[in-house]
């Protein structure tokens, strides 16, 4: 078991574009988190889903930001039209039953230049 | 509003010492809390836990209290070895699974283990 996979380590978009950060949870997780990081911050939470459900998306801005977490594949972070101050560390976790078991992966660091 | 507070952006320690990381917190609502640590490039391992029943949880060099009255938790590591170095995060919840909202991280403490 490789643990919680996110891809890429590091993207690097132009203002404008739209970015897509993928996490594949530890097999047999359903559960999955994406927290943010930004310089000097600690970790923000951001959205909560299970397989095919949006549980919890309190923490996601409203615009230019969504998740999905399909039945197959991996949980896709997207955020659309980036900006300046999008840039940050994504981290995705995931967990079996809740918090106990929750692993993070190492994160994608996203650059908008 | 910063609910998680962990006010010292860095801690120096000697190695074989005892390593002493605070956390204060506002939410009266969290009763579960967790101590991460982060190495550059990589993310949060999760370290050791502590539900706001007990006010100590102790596994191997670590331990963490928790003082409910003063909203207040630390983490303590002893003895203080190289391989501690990393960036320390107290994180807190309003249920032991964390899952409805998640976890709220404080900015984190970097400990240094000087040789």
């Known amino acids: 078991n490789a643990g919680v996979m996110q891809n890429p380590r590091h993207l690097v978009r132009r203002r404008g574009q739209e970015a897509r950060l993928r996490c594949s949870p530890m097999?047999?997780?359903?559960?999955v988190y994406w927290y943010r990081q930004l310089p000097e911050e600690g970790l923000k939470f951001m959205v909560y889903?299970?397989?095919?459900?949006?549980?919890?998306e309190s923490g996601m801005p409203k615009e230019r930001f969504s998740a999905e977490f399909p039945k197959e594949g991996p949980s896709i972070l997207r955020i659309q039209q980036v900006v300046r101050g999008d840039s940050a560390a994504y981290f995705c976790?995931?967990?079996?039953?809740?918090?106990?078991?929750?692993?993070f992966g190492s994160g994608t660091r996203l650059t908008v230049v | 509003d910063q609910q998680v507070k962990q006010n010292s952006p860095s801690l120096s320690v000697q190695e074989g010492r005892i390593s002493i990381l605070n956390c204060d917190y506002t939410?009266?609502?969290?009763?579960?809390f967790l101590w991460y640590k982060k190495y550059p490039a990589e993310g949060p391992t999760f370290l050791i836990s502590?539900?706001?029943?007990?006010d100590k949880n102790e596994d191997g060099r670590f331990t963490v209290f928790l003082n409910k009255s003063a909203k207040h938790l630390s983490l303590h590591i002893v003895p203080s070895q190289p391989g501690d170095s990393a960036v320390y995060f107290c994180?807190?919840?309003?249920?032991?699974?964390?899952?409805?909202?998640?976890?709220?991280f404080g900015k984190g403490t970097h400990l240094i283990i000087q040789p």
């Open positions: 976790a995931s967990s079996l039953t809740g918090l106990d078991g929750y692993t």
């Open positions: 097999k047999g997780h359903s559960h």
């Open positions: 889903l299970q397989k095919e459900n949006i549980i919890d």
């Open positions: 939410n009266s609502m969290f009763d579960y």
């Open positions: 502590i539900s706001s029943i007990k």
């Open positions: 994180a807190a919840s309003g249920q032991s699974g964390g899952g409805a909202d998640g976890l709220t």
